[in-house]
């Protein structure tokens, strides 16, 4: 089981937009480079079906049917990542949700071309991250 990793864990996806424009390798160094350590990795497809499972949390926003349309849209990778306080330090690696706001540097501010497209997602709490990787993973293929 991944709980006793609380903490230590964040999950995150390589979207399609950036998956589309060639940036997994570029998006990947700049993760280990931050000190993460890849401990799960898939290359992967969501059905709507899928990706409507995913954003459950999402469902009455105005934006859900595109979401789920641009994140069905095409591959994605899937990564679950360890590091001291993953969640809070990857979610500073990534920038703002909305590329515009995102600060200079940041996957986003690099790679992402809006606030739907913005290459890359990272769990927003310790909780959502164990959820969110055995969503993905099944413990077999997480490497602790
Ligand atoms: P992320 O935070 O990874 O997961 C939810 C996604 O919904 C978010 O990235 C964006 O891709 C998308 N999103 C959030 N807010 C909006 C919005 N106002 N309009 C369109 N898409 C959005």
Not at 57 to 78: A, R
């Amino acid at each position: 089981m991944i709980d006793y990793m609380f903490g230590n864990i964040t999950l995150s996806i390589i979207k399609p937009d950036a998956v589309q424009k060639g940036y997994i390798f570029p998006i990947l160094y700049k993760i280990g480079k931050a000190g993460f350590h890849i401990i799960a990795i898939k290359m992967t497809e969501l059905s709507k079906k899928s990706a409507t499972k995913f954003y459950a949390e999402h469902k009455k926003k105005l934006f859900f049917e595109s979401l789920v349309k641009f994140m069905s849209s095409g591959p994605i990778v899937s990564v679950i990542l360890k590091k001291e306080n993953a969640v809070k330090d990857f979610r500073i690696l990534i920038g703002e949700t909305n590329p515009a706001h995102a600060k200079k540097g940041t996957i986003r501010n690099l790679y992402a071309t809006s606030l739907e497209q913005n290459a890359i997602h990272g769990s927003d709490s310790n909780q959502n991250a164990i959820k969110e990787c055995l969503f993905y993973f099944s413990n077999r293929e997480i490497f602790l």
